[in-house]
């Protein structure tokens, strides 16, 4: 069961779970509810990007991703719940238990979009396309335990709180990070937001329920603030992404096809390419 668990957490947890009274066992025999932060992740506009990329192309950005996203998480001591296609599902404060559970999503979340740019720069490496992902957080009640069908368990959480963070998501622009109001009350110390208008959740109040954009954060309740690095990776976005144009002009003059285009044609069909790809999520 010890193997079980090396796809969810990094390997120091579940070296010291094993170690523990009862370990690995304990999680084993059922689910129990407990209050857990919850973190989505997923790539904006990616399922119209991958039409027009191979099927390898498509499966290499992905996989790239999800490693380098997930190492991520496994810094912060987060465990990953699932992959869903281009969406990671990761949680705090199971199976062991995390108090500043918010806190370090939220710091998690930080590092998500800072160390984009190290992303984009392998990908342009390798002659893939950058991508862009938002990022959604929320904290409170759930669910947890080993649950599926008999011939597949998996170690997941069910409950409201999740899907609130999933929406949380959804709706995050590139390289944004949304929280709820519990998040929010657990870390207020720590980070500066800014409420987000006009955004109303299936199902939920919008008089009784807030949606924040985290835009600051600090290492201490009294050490100077730190801008999230939303701009900066949209920046670096926007770079990488011309030079991966450039690289496909290139490509595009070098290849031996008679429907190749070239010179301006070239590039007005590229930049409407590259265009229609940083477009809003699918």
Known sequence: MTLLFGQYLKPEIVTQLAKTRGGVADIMRGGERRDLTLLFV???????????????????????YLDHLSGTIFTWDGTVDKYVGDEIVAFWNAPRLQENHALLAVRCAYDLINRAPELQQRLLAKGLPPVRWGIGVNTGPAVVGMMGSRSRLQYTALGDTVNTAA????????????IGQPTYDMCKDYIAVDLVPGVQLKGKSAETFRIYQVVAIRETPTSPWVQFPTELATQAHQEFAQQYTQKSILAAGNAEAKEILVGTEAQEALAGQAAQESGPAS
């Open 167 to 178: 929406r949380f998501c959804a709706n995050a622009p590139a390289f944004h990070l949304l």
């Open 42 to 64: 997923d790539i904006r506009g990616f399922t119209s990007m991958s039409e027009s990329m191979s099927a390898h192309d498509v499966t290499e950005v992905v996989q790239m």
